[in-house]
């Protein structure tokens, strides 16, 4: 069984910056994808960011493209999401997701197996 565990949410103000956090535990896997999700009331859960854990490739939504950036630390089993410039519309609950096979598209929350509880970001204008 593998958990994931996100941490860093809180409340900024627009134009500010957070910095959150996913670790997975449990048994040993090797993901081939880890990944960023958020939803907010009454609204699909839709993709964010993802990186591949062997080459690093990273992909984003247009909608963070050049104010996200995905990362990851292989030795911690860790990824990260550093926000800047945060708009009120940022505002979600940002999930952590896994997956350990290589097929399928990254944009899609049923290519995950492994998701988190969530962390709640909000932005106040």
């Known amino acids: 069984q593998v958990q994931l565990v996100e941490s860093g949410g809180g409340l900024v103000q627009a134009g500010g910056s957070l910095r959150l956090s996913c670790v997975a535990s449990?048994?040993?896997?090797?993901?081939?994808?880890m990944g960023w999700f958020r939803q907010a009331p009454g609204k699909e859960r839709e993709f964010v960011a993802a990186?591949?854990?062997?080459?690093?490739?990273?992909d984003y939504a247009d909608s963070v493209k050049g104010r996200f950036t995905i990362s990851r630390d292989n030795a911690k089993n860790m990824v990260y999401l550093q926000m800047n410039s945060l708009k009120p519309e940022d505002t979600a609950g940002y999930f952590c997701?896994?997956?350990?096979?290589?097929?399928?598209?990254?944009?899609?929350?049923?290519?995950?197996?492994?998701w988190g509880q969530g962390t709640q970001v909000t932005v106040s204008s």
């Open positions: 997701a896994a997956d350990e096979r290589y097929s399928g598209s990254v944009y899609y929350t049923g290519r995950y197996f492994y």
């Open positions: 449990g048994r040993a896997f090797s993901p081939y994808v």
């Open positions: 990186i591949t854990w062997g080459g690093g490739s990273t």
